[in-house]
């Protein structure tokens, strides 16, 4: 399948919003509250991605994978958002791709993109975190050699409530 992937602008953010909007209502049934997945708006989301792109610096980027002329996926990343960091370590932050590209291999070819990035920039390690209930989200990292760690926490994500594990992968093995 063609596809490309760019760096993302702030033109991308209402592309962003609505596959936020998608891959979580898709990903996170019966992870999140059906009402809470209900009423996300794909507008609210692609104003904080409006923020979020204005606001990019050096050391964090987004990804936005591009299928013919459709933005479909998109990744976030940067230096890891730990309250002690060793300054050897990025973050994805947050990886999402619209449920009807699922199961193509997309979402691999923008994970392995953002690990690549993360590794080029001079990070040795890659930790995310994700919800514990996406399993699909999980056998992609763990096939991607991505390991589960004993680390796990309740993280409020936009007013809910999730528990969450984090993967961490070496990037100079």
Same mark, same amino acid.
């Given at each position: 399948?063609?596809?490309?992937?760019?760096? @993302?602008?702030?033109?991308?953010?209402?592309?962003?919003?609505?596959?936020?909007?998608?891959?979580?209502?898709? @990903?996170?049934?019966?992870?999140?509250?059906?009402?809470?997945?209900?009423?996300?708006?794909?507008?609210?989301?692609?104003?904080?991605?409006?923020?979020?792109? @204005?606001?990019?610096?050096?050391?964090?980027?987004?990804?936005?994978?591009?299928?013919?002329?459709?933005?479909?996926?998109?990744?976030?990343?940067?230096?890891?958002?730990?309250?002690?960091?060793?300054?050897?370590?990025?973050?994805?932050?947050?990886?999402?791709?619209?449920?009807?590209?699922?199961?193509?291999?997309?979402?691999?070819?923008?994970?392995?993109?953002?690990?690549?990035?993360?590794?080029?920039?001079?990070?040795?390690?890659?930790?995310?975190?994700? @919800?514990?209930?996406?399993?699909?989200?999980?056998?992609?990292?763990?096939?991607?050699?991505?390991?589960?760690?004993?680390?796990?926490?309740?993280?409020?994500?936009?007013?809910?409530?999730?528990?969450?594990?984090?993967?961490?992968?070496?990037?100079?093995?």
């Amino acid at each position: 399948m063609e596809h490309v992937i760019r760096n @993302a602008s702030i033109d991308d953010a209402d592309a962003i919003g609505a596959v936020v909007v998608r891959a979580w209502q898709a @990903a996170y049934r019966g992870i999140m509250p059906d009402d809470y997945l209900d009423g996300l708006r794909a507008e609210q989301r692609a104003a904080m991605w409006q923020r979020v792109l @204005a606001d990019l610096g050096p050391d964090r980027w987004v990804q936005v994978l591009i299928v013919g002329e459709e933005l479909v996926g998109f990744a976030s990343c940067g230096p890891e958002l730990a309250d002690v960091s060793d300054g050897e370590t990025g973050e994805l932050y947050a990886i999402n791709l619209d449920p009807d590209h699922w199961g193509r291999g997309l979402g691999r070819v923008l994970l392995a993109e953002v690990t690549r990035g993360l590794a080029d920039v001079g990070y040795h390690t890659a930790v995310l975190w994700v @919800a514990a209930g996406n399993e699909r989200a999980r056998y992609l990292y763990e096939s991607e050699g991505w390991t589960a760690e004993v680390s796990a926490r309740d993280a409020e994500i936009l007013g809910v409530i999730v528990n969450e594990v984090r993967y961490r992968k070496r990037l100079d093995a």
